[in-house]
């Protein structure tokens, strides 16, 4: 599948679907945390709605941030987290990468109060575009990836139990 380029300010993105990896470590991970067939969002000071996602701290892998991402910020446990790409992000002549994953979401709990999220809410595909802080024809591209990855995944679990 090929996805279009996006930008973000003065950012140029490109997503490479796995089973590509990045060939320096992640600088930070995003999630797309699905709850049956809605996506879970958060409300981030100075980014507004958005996935979860943030920096990779020095001791953690790219998932370890992911998973600590979406708890801190959406209050999401999660499971089923599948990689699904990477983000390369250019600017100026530099270059990083961004761990991308799909999940489902276990259970929800509260929002850790320290953090810098203001809420979360549960909404379907539809409702993303007038909300989401960065919509461009590849961040649909990717919503819609993450989501057909997730349905590709549990129906092959289904297969599989059912043996």
């Excluded at 996006?6 to 999630?31: D, I, K, M, S």
């Excluded at 961040?139 to 990855?149: C, D, G, K, R």
Aim: net charge negative; with cysteine; hydrophobic share 40%.
């Amino acid at each position: 599948m090929k996805f279009p380029s996006g930008t973000y300010g003065r950012q140029r993105l490109e997503f490479h679907p796995a089973p590509f990896r990045p060939p320096l470590r992640a600088f930070a991970a995003l999630v797309f945390p699905w709850c049956d067939g809605n996506v879970l969002i958060c409300d981030i000071e100075d980014r507004g709605w958005c996935i979860p996602s943030g920096r990779v701290e020095p001791n953690e892998s790219s998932l370890e941030a992911a998973v600590r991402e979406a708890k801190e910020e959406a209050g999401a446990i999660l499971q089923d987290v599948l990689y699904l790409g990477c983000y390369r992000i250019t600017e100026r002549g530099e270059v990083r990468w961004a761990d991308v994953y799909a999940a489902r979401v276990k259970e929800l709990v509260d929002i850790p109060v320290e953090f810098e999220s203001k809420g979360r809410r549960i909404i379907s595909l539809e409702e993303l575009p007038a909300i989401y802080h960065l919509w461009n024809p590849l961040t649909e591209a990717v919503f819609h990836y993450s989501a057909e990855i997730l349905r590709r995944h549990a129906a092959t679990m289904d297969s599989f139990n059912q043996k």
